[in-house]
């Protein structure tokens, strides 16, 4: 069941009947037969293709940070799908869920490395995982126990505390057992009926055939009793339960589900990482798969994954200059094109942007020299083809952070104007944009990201709640 | 009447000082059909909440089938044969249409989530039972809920539709006792036909026990073997349609007091 | 004796700040059904701006202007600016959502929290700014009372907190105002049609409850020294503890409640260990709602089915 286009979902028309004309009309075109041809594909059989592309990946190229990358991309795919589950599907905000993640990656520390006892413990990966998610799954059953009783908001921050005070427990409490704040270290590597996982591609298959069998677990989970229970609690509760559904185990499932997921993805992190540390499992990273599963569509399987992907591709991307530049250009081109039409009006405020950024470069270059006298942050050729466009001052600190207010200012006041107001408003805000991006934003990268997932929250919520891949809901209140 | 199959025993609610259902004693027997009728705040969605378990009386028990089910979880109810639809629609409306019906099978399945992963022989087999089950609920309703519409969100279906839809929702939970929540709101007369058409099928093909909530006393002429009235929480007349429309007691009730005297 | 009644003392003085706090969370959430998890980074901002309008007028060590003045001036700057940076937060970001399910405004929420505690980084940087207090009200000047010192700038901050809740009790219920506000918590549509302006005094709800917390951020700055980018977070948690407790939508229960936190922390600190000092208030949080959902003075509502 999806809704092909952007139109909302009405109450009580019929879309297929009314949509008919529009799938007549669809059918002409070479874009149009690919996406028939992708419609009539089994969803197993895509699974199928795309999990075979991504096995391709670490053969492709030599560079051990790219796979490095795609391991952390698909650690995060993981953890994605199993909030998708507790978020998506049931409809429960739990914003502790990455202590589950954290619970795995000690749990599984604890029983692989020298940490207890006198030369520790080191179990077998496969049984020492087991422990550790079976674990996980009961105390998924004993968080979401608030669960019965508290609405949405009240759960989101007994949740949000839990996860606090698992980071505070782990960094506090008992340093002999945890490690304190440099956690435990010297973790054994994955090791599976004697073979040893040592390489980062080794990380990556393990973690691709985790991500390809959790992925397919869900999609029959999602049109089994299960998951129709999971989705009409999330519905309406109240009417669940008079259908004869238990809203209080689904839910409870839901939240041993997600814990279990979490927990497993937090094991193989440890074995990777050879380390498990609290800094790992704080806030920040809490909303960095809250951002991926927003961003994909909660609700879909595929969207989580997606979601998680382009998050972390997009950070990782940020971290480097030059291919920070070419994403942050690259993105506000995108937007522009998708979003300003017809051509003509793109093809004006183009050329006014690149006008108006010479004329102001000359004109304050012209009152003061130190105002332009430093260069442009972003790295490679774009920095240097923007030299003469933007205005960098010696010391961009302060003017750069007067302009990100006004940034802040005028974007909002931007989605409050319409028409000829707007898009005369967009040129000016488009140059601010970049002015602050490279004053500010390249300097400090990792500020950037967090500021980035934080307004991808908020973009998403108010523009396109559904995400990439969801499906429009309805909402009666 | 042998033993009723839905019973309330001096059933009280009280919310503080206020009596939302006050010394209430009815009885509903096996294959019977029952109105309930009374101005707006009687006291009548209220019962329906406490038959179901969304609330738990005060004193007084309820029995269904001679067995106490004042206190159950609803989930629990609704498990023992005790289905209802809402005054105002409660579909899962982002489902389709099949997944509503199927989804109400949960509590006379047992698939668990572990069978359903690997597939099971018993899990494959539970699933085309419900699945069976849903085209048979939907094809109840002739050709309105079929084809092409059972994978149609429910969101799409029209209002009167969607009305069918909660029925067929509520009939897939293999209940004893169907409770009806004004099931012709917001119908015109051509719907209000077939809905009390509908209603007469549902007794007598399905053999459901009928507690239906209605203001269009047309329908509830149609429909009723009896009929029993509520003002403030407390029952004021019972008895046949005629019986009861022509009471002073339910007269005044909806009408104002005075009224019921007769002119001249 | 004495460390007793010290750590009665501090626990006041934190509980004040906390309640102050808790009193936005708890008008809001009256207003809207929503947790505002931003409020913490509120009064974060509003310790902020205490800080630069201090150092305005010549920094800690070298006040160019009487201390009440420039007290003063901290506390106003502080509520006006946390106070429109509620309102403008409430107008982007939360009110398009108004008929969206919950989970919208939560979610948007949380990222608002997240973008203001990394702008304000970005700003002002990572480094801990001091109020060094000490430096312009000395710890000296106050009161003696059974051999415990109580500072002036306690003395201050519990007055001021006292003050300000009396006020707001008296605006919630003798002004119109406060009557509409109580309008709109309790059914926002019946409000409406009744000719209640519900934006503007939902606006205006969002104007006094982040003032409020803008002014407990320069109290904090003041007590406690230290103002920083995450301060709010941790903060913000105990406030919404604080409002659970006492009955979240109460308002004499916010102030209970953040009063008995701050004990709660007081203690906790001083008898057995600063750093179970979270992980207690985290367990008065749970056994609240597991035992009392409703808070020490909420009712029970009734929902129509």
Known sequence: MSTPNDAPPRIGVDEWVARSGERRDRGSGPSAAIVRALERVGWW??????????????????????????????????????????????GLLDLGYVAFYGFGAYGFALLSSNQLGSSGIHLPSLLAIVIVVVAAALLGLLLGLPSRRLQGDYLAIVTLFFGQIFV???????????????????????NFFGLEVTTTRGY?????????????????????????????????????????????????????????????????????????????????????????????????????????????????LLRNPSQAATLFYGLILLTLVVRVRPWRKLGAVLAALVAFGFAVHAVIGAISASAVAGHPRSGGWVGDALGSWVVVPADPKGP??????????????????????????????????????????????????????????????????????GSKRVEVL | MTRPLLELDHVTLAFGGLHAVEDLSIAVGEGEIVSLIGPNGAGKTTLFNLITGVY?????????????????????????????????????????????????????????????????????????????LAEEVLGFFSQRLMGYRWDQPAYSLSYANRRRLEIA???????????????????????????????????????????????????????????????????????????????????????????????? | MTFFLQQVVDGLTTGSVYALIALGYSMVYGVLKLLNF??????????????????????????????????????????????????????????????SPRIAPLITALGVSFFLENAVLLLFGSETRLYSTSSFIPFSTGVHVAGVNISLVRILVVVLAAVLMVGLRVLVERTRLGKAMRAVAFDREAAEMMGIQVDRTISATFFIGSALAGVAGVMAGLVFDQVF??????????????????????????????????????????????????????????????????????RATLQKV
């Open chain 3, 229 to 298: 980018s995450l301060m709010g977070f941790i903060a913000g948690l105990k406030a919404f503890t604080a409002a659970v407790v006492g009955g979240i939508g109460n308002v004499p229960g916010a102030m209970l409640g953040g009063l008995l936190i701050g004990l709660a922390e007081s203690f906790a600190t001083g008898y057995i260990s600063s750093t179970f000092q979270n992980l207690i208030v985290f367990g008065i949080l749970i056994g609240v709602m597991l035992l009392r959902p409703n808070g020490l003075l909420g």
């Open chain 1, 45 to 90: 059989q895509r699974l199928a293709v795309i999990a075979a592309i991504v096995a391709l990946f670490p053969l492709l190229t030599s560079s051990d940070y790219a796979v490095r990358v795609g391991v952390n991309t698909l650690l995060l795919a993981t953890l994605a799908l199993g909030l998708n589950v507790v978020v998506g599907w049931t």
């Open chain 2, 56 to 132: 738990a009386p005060t004193s007084g028990d309820i029995r269904v089938a001679g067995r106490s089910i004042a206190g159950l979880a609803p989930h629990r109810i609704a498990g023992l044969g005790v289905a209802r639809t809402f005054q105002t629609l409660r579909l899962f409306v982002n489902m389709s249409v099949k997944e509503n019906v199927m989804a109400a099978t949960y509590g006379h399945t047992s698939a668990r989530m572990w069978q359903s992963v690997l597939r099971t022989p018993k899990a494959r087999r539970e699933e085309r039972e419900v699945n069976a």
């Open chain 1, 168 to 190: 505070e427990t782990v960094t506090n409490v008992a340093p002999k057992v945890t490690g304190g704040p440099n956690g435990v270290v010297g973790i054994d590597p994955l």
């Open chain 2, 169 to 264: 929702r509520a009939m897939a939970t293999r209940p004893r006792v169907l409770l009806i929540d004004e099931p012709a709101a917001g119908m015109n007369p051509q719907e209000t036909h077939e809905i009390t058409d509908l209603i007469a099928r549902l007794r007598d093909e399905r053999g459901y026990t009928i507690l239906a909530i209605e203001h269009d006393m047309h329908v509830v002429e149609g429909i009723s073997d009896r009929v029993i009235a509520l003002d403030h929480g407390q029952k004021i007349a019972e008895g046949s349609f005629e019986a009861v429309a022509t009471n002073p007691l339910v007269v005044e009730a909806y009408m104002g007091r005075g009224t019921a005297v007769t002119k001249g």
């Open chain 3, 38 to 99: 931003a409020h913490g980074d509120i009064y974060m901002v509003g310790a902020f701006i205490g800080y630069f309008v201090l150092q305005a007028f010549g920094g800690a060590t070298a006040l160019v202007a009487p201390v009440a003045v420039v007290l003063i001036a901290m506390f106003a700057a502080a509520a006006l600016g946390a106070g429109l940076l509620g309102v403008g937060i409430e107008r982007f970001a939360y009110r398009p959502l108004r008929e």
């Open chain 1, 400 to 469: 750069g952070n007067i302009a990100f207010v006004v940034l802040i200012l005028g974007l909002v006041a931007l989605v409050q104007l319409k028409g000829t107001a707007r898009t005369v408003l967009l040129v000016p805000l488009l140059y601010l944009a970049a002015f602050v991006w490279e004053t500010r934003l390249v300097a400090e990268a990792s500020i950037t990201r967090q500021i980035l997932l934080g307004a991808i929250l908020i973009v998403m919520m108010n523009a396109r709640p559904q995400g990439l891949l």
């Open chain 1, 204 to 316: 990556f298959y393990v973690l691709l055939i985790v991500t390809v069998v959790i992925m397919g677990a869900l999609h029959l989970i999602d049109s089994s009793r299960t998951g129709r229970g999971w989705r009409a609690v999330r519905e309406d509760p109240l009417a669940a339960a008079l259908m004869t559904i238990p809203v209080n185990k689904v839910k409870l499932l839901a939240f041993s589900v997600g814990a279990a997921v979490a927990a497993l993805a937090g094991t193989i992190f440890a074995a990777f990482q050879a380390g498990a540390y609290p800094t790992d499992f704080d806030t920040p990273f809490l909303i960095l798969v809250y951002a991926g599963v927003i961003l994909g569509g909660s609700g879909s399987i595929a969207g989580a994954v997606l979601g998680a992907t382009v998050v972390s591709v997009t950070l990782e």
